[in-house]
Nanobody, 119 residues
């Protein structure tokens, strides 16, 4: 069955760094668009980084220049390198796999990993 398992979250001080990993299984990872989303308490889930099957990336302005998404199609893993972390980055971070082919869509989510930025 499909699995997305996030790891690497934790407590970090402002200005620090974390690297999240998402190990995927049960589907053809290389053809999926992979994304990282986050949800803070009382807020909607928002995209923080995405990478297409071809390696193109996009980021919202709030994390551009600080976060970097990458993928390893051999290890079926997507990463999120987070630098210069701020308290506003505190949230549960979720891994997403998405594929649209014609009128069909496949969309999978991990269970999330907590990131807390605090002194």
């Amino acid at each position: 069955q499909v699995q997305l398992v996030e790891s690497g979250g934790g407590l970090v001080q402002p200005g620090g760094s974390l690297r999240l990993s998402c190990a995927a299984s049960g589907f053809t990872f290389s053809i999926y668009r992979m994304g990282w989303y986050r949800q803070a308490p009382g807020k909607q889930r928002e995209l923080v980084a995405a990478i297409t099957s071809g390696g193109s990336t996009n980021y919202p302005d709030s994390v551009k220049g600080r976060f970097t998404i990458s993928r390893d199609n051999v290890k079926n893993t997507v990463y999120l390198q987070m630098n210069s972390l701020k308290p506003d980055d505190t949230a549960v971070y979720y891994c997403n796999a998405n594929l649209v082919q014609g009128r069909y869509e496949w969309d999978y989510w991990g269970r999330g990993t907590q990131v807390t930025v605090s002194s």
